[in-house]
């Protein structure tokens, strides 16, 4: 069984304010790009689950695919599998990358087993591995809120444009990204503004004043080189930009094809044409 994980990015990000459980409510439109990892699971011979990775060596008790076949053992018995998981979407950057994997994963397991699991259920188990893994089980734009685990379809597309995403690899001080607790510690939350589907009703050419990641503004004033980044899109021809999630990719919106101005090994840079 092969599987296409994508990826996401926000168009806006509001924190409105602390729980209670101490995760924050948000509110956010997430929208698919077509950007994938890849997913492969074979059967397994042995009796633990098997996860060779393309990438970063994550502890395998930690790595998101195998905590979902975890779910997906212990709750119905689904048998060991051998995964290989091969790895575009780059981790730290606020894409959704881990999250899009495990949800692949999910699906694989329920149905290596047969299983007969209605959606509902299987909106849980995505829950139940992260906030924002059920968005992943559609590849749709959507409206999120609660702490990213409620989604609601919306007629919304951005077909038509160039999409460009580009992540620093290394940061200034060494870092590969922005630690989400460590960014959510400099939120103050604002439930008082309009809401970020009133403001993607407004036209593109505003949505730079107005459209905004509650992240953005401490991970700039902490690495500058991402708001430089995100001026460099600007003045390439970017009719939005902005960082994505909790850092630290960052994308613009174009009309036309972007230049890559990103060359060499530091950056990782994904250009694609959005045609959903």
């Not at 460590?182 to 008082?192: L, R, S, T």
């Not at 500058?224 to 999630?245: Q, R």
């Amino acid at each position: 069984m092969l599987h296409f994980p994508h990826a996401k990015i926000n168009l806006g990000l509001h924190v409105l304010r602390k729980r209670e459980d101490g995760f924050h409510d948000i509110e956010s439109l997430f929208y698919p790009l077509p950007l994938h990892d890849s997913l492969e699971a074979l059967p397994a011979n042995k009796t633990n689950v098997i996860l060779h990775q393309s990438s970063e060596d994550i502890p395998l008790e930690k790595n998101l695919v195998y905590k979902a076949w975890k779910l997906m053992h212990d709750k119905y018995d689904v048998p060991s599998l051998e995964f290989h998981l091969l790895k575009h979407i780059p981790s730290q950057a606020g894409l959704g990358g881990a999250s899009s994997d495990a949800v692949s994963a999910l699906k694989i397991c329920k149905d290596a087993a047969n299983l007969e699991i209605s959606e509902m259920d299987l909106f849980a188990l995505a829950a139940e591995l992260g906030s924002d893994c059920p968005f992943f089980l559609h590849n749709n734009a959507q409206i999120v809120s609660g702490r990213g685990d409620v989604c609601g379809d919306i007629d919304f597309s951005l077909k038509g444009f160039y999409i460009q995403i580009v992540k620093k690899k290394k940061l200034h001080d060494g870092s590969t990204g922005i630690p989400t607790p460590e960014a959510y510690a400099q939120i103050i939350p604002n439930d008082k503004r309009p809401s970020v589907l009133q403001l993607i009703t407004q036209p593109l050419g505003e949505w730079k004043n107005i459209l905004h990641n509650d992240f953005q503004p401490y991970a700039v004033k902490k690495y500058p080189e991402i708001g430089e980044l995100i001026e460099k899109m600007y003045n390439s021809g970017a009719h939005y930009a902005a960082m994505t999630g909790s850092g630290s990719a960052c994308f613009g919106l174009y009309i036309k094809k972007p230049e890559n101005h990103f060359p060499g090994s530091e950056y990782f840079v994904y250009e694609g044409f959005i045609e959903v």
